[in-house]
């Protein structure tokens, strides 16, 4: 019994910060707040946020950058090289919430972009609207892993309108999912 309540503070204190499980529950209808959602999703363990850019670049602007901006309650912040017009924008409830339910369901990932890095000069990760991946269940995205297309198929029901992956340009080692401009 000694064991069991010099355990529970610190099982409390996983679970207050996050650190137990990815599981739950997303269907429920009412709106979501982009901070509620970055909150869980950073503590997530079956998610990774690169830390710096796909380019090597640290600019405050990466995958981490930008979730931890979100949960803070902040805009996240956009890169400003290349093609990238800087400034901040905030993400959109939907990706998060797409996100979460993915992570829900199972799949372990590695995000590498939502707004940072350079993209197209019309790219919807400059409207916080896109996320980049490059490792889906352990494996990199490419023809040799076999969940690539489940999830980007999954990322579709889930609202995504613009979806890229192996075989198309620019693609060959990362999924691009992107939610519709409102």
């Given at each position: 019994?000694?064991?069991?309540?010099?355990?529970?503070?610190?099982?409390?204190?996983?679970?207050?910060?996050?650190?137990?499980?990815?599981?739950?529950?997303?269907?429920?209808?009412?709106?979501?707040?982009?901070?509620?959602?970055?909150?869980?999703?950073?503590?997530?363990?079956?998610?990774?946020?690169?830390p710096r850019q796909v380019s090597g670049r640290?600019?405050?602007?990466?995958?981490?950058?930008?979730i931890n901006q979100t949960a803070a309650g902040?805009?996240?912040?956009?890169?400003?090289?290349?093609?990238?017009?800087?400034?901040?924008?905030?993400?959109?409830?939907?990706?998060?919430?797409?996100?979460?339910?993915?992570?829900?369901?199972?799949?372990?990932?590695?995000?590498?972009?939502?707004?940072?890095?350079?993209?197209?000069?019309?790219?919807?990760?400059?409207?916080?609207?896109?996320?980049?991946?490059?490792?889906?269940?352990?494996?990199?995205?490419?023809?040799?892993?076999?969940?690539?297309?489940?999830?980007?198929?999954?990322?579709?029901?889930?609202?995504?309108?613009?979806?890229?992956?192996?075989?198309?340009?620019?693609?060959?080692?990362?999924?691009?999912?992107?939610?519709?401009?409102?």
């Amino acid at each position: 019994m000694k064991r069991f309540i010099l355990f529970l503070p610190l099982f409390a204190l996983a679970l207050g910060a996050g650190f137990v499980s990815c599981s739950g529950s997303s269907a429920s209808s009412r709106p979501v707040r982009a901070e509620s959602v970055a909150i869980w999703l950073k503590n997530c363990t079956n998610i990774t946020w690169l830390p710096r850019q796909v380019s090597g670049r640290y600019d405050g602007a990466s995958a981490r950058d930008n979730i931890n901006q979100t949960a803070a309650g902040h805009a996240a912040k956009r890169s400003s090289y290349g093609t990238a017009p800087g400034g901040y924008v905030r993400l959109d409830p939907r990706m998060l919430r797409a996100v979460k339910i993915l992570a829900e369901e199972g799949y372990s990932f590695n995000v590498t972009s939502i707004a940072g890095g350079s993209h197209s000069r019309t790219s919807r990760h400059y409207a916080g609207l896109a996320i980049d991946i490059n490792r889906i269940n352990g494996r990199h995205v490419g023809y040799g892993n076999p969940y690539w297309r489940k999830f980007l198929q999954r990322c579709r029901e889930l609202g995504a309108t613009e979806t890229l992956g192996p075989g198309d340009r620019g693609h060959s080692t990362h999924i691009h999912a992107a939610w519709p401009r409102t």
